[in-house]
Structures are given as structure tokens and as C-alpha cells.
């Protein structure tokens, strides 16, 4: 699930709670995309599942090429993790 933000910089995105958007952060930089996992923004660290992304800087074109590389990178996290 996403947030729908009415203004900002940032979207926030939960996954299910076996994904670990540390180690999924690898993945994703290997696509050739990043994000800031929620645990970043967590002082009791509990956040394991969440991430945030920046809609700021890129245009409408980059942000569909960014998303579709990050599902690439989820897939084959689950693939490899057996989600």
C-alpha cells in the first residue's frame, strides 16, 4: 500500500511485512534505482517493511521507468527470499 500525498516531496510504500527494504535496497540499486528504507526514519527500528520514495526531481516518464525497476527488484527479492 502507498500513501496519496496532497503536496510534499515523498511517497510512502508498505510491503508486506516479510520484506526487509534494507536488504531489498540492494536489489534495487542493482536495477539502477534506490529509495530511503522506512527504518531510516524509525528510532525503535520496528519498521522493517517500509520505504520512501522521492516524486520531486524526476518527470512523469522516469517515475514510471523508476517504479517498473523497482518491481523488477521486489520480484526477484521474493524469488531469492521465497516470498
Do not use: C, H
Not at 48 to 65: A, D, M
Amino acid at each position: 500500500k502507498w500513501t496519496n500525498p496532497e503536496g510534499g516531496f515523498f511517497i510512502w510504500l508498505t510491503l508486506e511485512p516479510e520484506v526487509v527494504t534494507e536488504d531489498l535496497l540492494g536489489y534495487a540499486m542493482a536495477e539502477g534505482v534506490a529509495f530511503v528504507p522506512g527504518s531510516a526514519f524509525d528510532l525503535t527500528k520496528t519498521t522493517t517493511n517500509s520505504l520512501r520514495l522521492s516524486y520531486s526531481f524526476p518527470n512523469e516518464e522516469e517515475i514510471g521507468k523508476g517504479i517498473s525497476l523497482l518491481a523488477n527488484a521486489l520480484r526477484q527479492y521474493r524469488k531469492d527470499k521465497g516470498i
